[in-house]
Structure formats: structure tokens, C-alpha cells
């Protein structure tokens, strides 16, 4: 099926714009096939890294509906980590559904698309100081129905936030990312125009002459690795991965740190979560971050707890 096809050059294509779309193993892409199977990027892998349809993980949509429905009578995080493993057709190639499988799975578009889009993350920025101008932005400039999500945790809270809204077919989150849905591939393209437009409108041009660097992540770090910042908290993956990043960090003067210059080589996942936060603190340093209780209940999350286990 040649949509199938398209799903694994898709991921390549958002896997290959780091840090500006994806940090590490962030990010997930799904296709459902209309058989009740749900494909899936799986937890831990890295988008770039999807070659073919053999690494990405297969559920049984019904069988996790089911499930999913019984964690959200108590919001049981348990029980969702269970809904992933009970409904997953993957695990004799011992492959893990993506920890966001629940609202790839409740939103009714045949595609779904999430990544870690540093320009959705400016823009729900500016939609909490300018509610009216990024509403009627948006309205103008993405044909479809759009909703800005606030502060959700990943996985269970976020799927249910979503499910609210599944007539959408875009989904900024605040501190997170986007989350696209369509009936084909072309989501994506819309996503890259918007994110263009809004650099332009929102004068962030030190952003967009790093997005037009597509491929050349040398370019990004050369532009802002050196540079010293405070540890921020911008969104989860950093908070997921905050005791495995520290470590690779050399402290400077006044609580600024830098990454370590072998921690590309050591690490390069952690290197790109940080390289991320470097650029948005350079670009914005007002902006907001994680609240210190959402910090500490994404970290307590089984299923993150499973990702920093298997991040690559």
C-alpha cells in the first residue's frame, strides 16, 4: 500500500529536522490501516531511524480503545501503561507502541502527526499573552479547525484533552509541540508553510534562517552551542531526561551551563534536548516553562520512566 510507503518517508522527513521538529527519540507518526491495526511509531526509536514498516509497532485499536476507556474512569497512568501493552501486536518483535499512542488512536483522521516543533512552542507562547491575535492568525492562515491545548502532561491527560476537540486537524501545545491529523500526508506540508508565515509575522527571523538549514543540524549548533544558558524547562523531554542531560553539562559562571564537547559523540540524542533549549532561550528568554508539579508528574509517568530507560 503506497500509503504505508509514504508513512515511512513522512517520519524520515520529520525525524531529519532536528532540532527544529524533533530532539532525540521525541516525536511519533501513525497510519491506521483500516483493519482495526494502528501503526506506529514505537517508544524509544528515533524518527529518523524508521527505515521500514518491520520498525514500527502495530495495535489493536479496539482492544486499546477498550482499555483506555478503563484508565480514564480514575485518569490511572497504570492502567494506560497497561492499555499500551495489553493491545499491542508487536511484542514477540519486542517493540513498544509510542507512549502517545492514545490520541493517535481516538483521533479519527487515517493520519496523525506529533512532533516537537519549536516554532508551535513560540507560538502558544504568544497565544497566552495574545489569545485574539494567534486565534484569528490561525483562523486565517490554516483552512481547517485548529485548537491551542494548554499545559497537559503526555500521554493520558493529553489524549483526553485532544479527544475533546478530534474535529481538529491542528493541535499546538503549549509548551510541547504540534500534533497534526489529515487523510493524507499533506498535514505536514500545510504545518511547514504555517510555520514559516509566523516566523515572518512574528519577527522571529533568527528562527527561520535556522528552519531554512533543513538537513544541516551542524549549522544549528555552530549558531548556538556555545553559548551558556540557565537549565529550562521549555517542554517534557526536557524534564524527562533532566538527571541524564545534567551530567553531560559543564556549569559556568552564574547557573549557566554548557554541553560538554564529547556529549555529541556520547549522547547525541540528549545533545539535540538541549541544543533545542538553547535556541528558544537565545530567541525568547521570557519564555515560559514547565511548572515545577507538572516537571515532577511527567517524571513520575511509567511510560516516561520506560523512554528515559530506552533513549537512545
Known amino acids: ?181 489529515g487523510n493524507d500526508e499533506s498535514c505536514l506540508d500545510r504545518w511547514e508553510s504555517i510555520e514559516d508565515r509566523f516566523c515572518v509575522d512574528w519577527k522571529y527571523d533568527k528562527l527561520s534562517e535556522g528552519m531554512k538549514n533543513i538537513n544541516s543540524e551542524v549549522l544549528w549548533r555552530e549558531k548556538w552551542a556555545l553559548k551558556a544558558i540557565p537549565m529550562k524547562y521549555y517542554f517534557p523531554d526536557m524534564a524527562v531526561f533532566a538527571q541524564k542531560i545534567e551530567p553531560l553539562l559543564e556549569k559556568q559562571k552564574d547557573q549557566e551551563f554548557l554541553l560538554k564537547k564529547d556529549a555529541w559523540v556520547t549522547n547525541p540524542g540528549l545533545g539535540e534536548i538541549w541544543l533545542a533549549t538553547q535556541i528558544l532561550y537565545s530567541i525568547n528568554s521570557q519564555l515560559s516553562e514547565l511548572p515545577g508539579d507538572m516537571i515532577s508528574k511527567i517524571q513520575g509517568l511509567p511510560t516516561e520512566k520506560h523512554r528515559v530507560s530506552t533513549q537512545k
Not at 524508521?50 to 485518569?75: C, P, S, T, W, Y
Not at 499545559?151 to 504540534?178: I, Y
Open 1 to 181: 500500500m503506497k500509503a504505508l510507503e509514504n508513512l515511512v518517508h513522512v517520519t524520515q522527513r520529520i525525524g531529519g529536522r532536528s532540532p527544529g521538529w524533533v530532539q532525540g527519540a521525541g516525536g511519533n507518526s501513525s497510519f491506521k490501516s483500516g483493519n482495526g491495526v494502528l501503526i506506529i511509531k514505537p517508544s524509544g526509536a528515533r524518527m529518523s531511524d524508521m527505515q521500514d514498516l518491520a520498525h514500527f509497532a502495530e495495535v489493536d485499536i479496539e482492544k486499546f480503545l477498550d482499555r483506555l476507556g478503563q484508565a480514564k474512569k480514575n485518569m490511572d497512568e497504570s492502567l494506560y501503561a497497561h492499555a499500551l501493552q495489553s493491545s499491542n501486536l508487536s511484542h514477540q518483535r519486542n517493540i513498544r507502541p509510542s507512549m502517545e499512542t492514545g490520541f493517535h488512536a481516538v483521533l479519527p483522521k487515517q493520519w496523525v502527526l506529533h512532533f516537537h516543533s519549536l516554532v508551535a512552542i513560540l507560538m502558544g507562547w504568544e497565544h497566552s499573552k495574545n489569545p485574539k491575535k494567534v486565534e484569528q492568525w490561525l483562523t486565517r492562515h490554516w483552512e481547517e479547525a485548529h485548537q491551542i491545548i494548554g499545559l497537559c502532561s503526555p500521554g493520558l491527560e493529553l489524549t483526553f484533552e485532544v479527544q475533546k476537540h478530534n474535529s481538529a486537524t491542528l493541535f499546538v501545545l503549549k509548551n510541547h509541540g504540534v500534533i497534526l491529523q
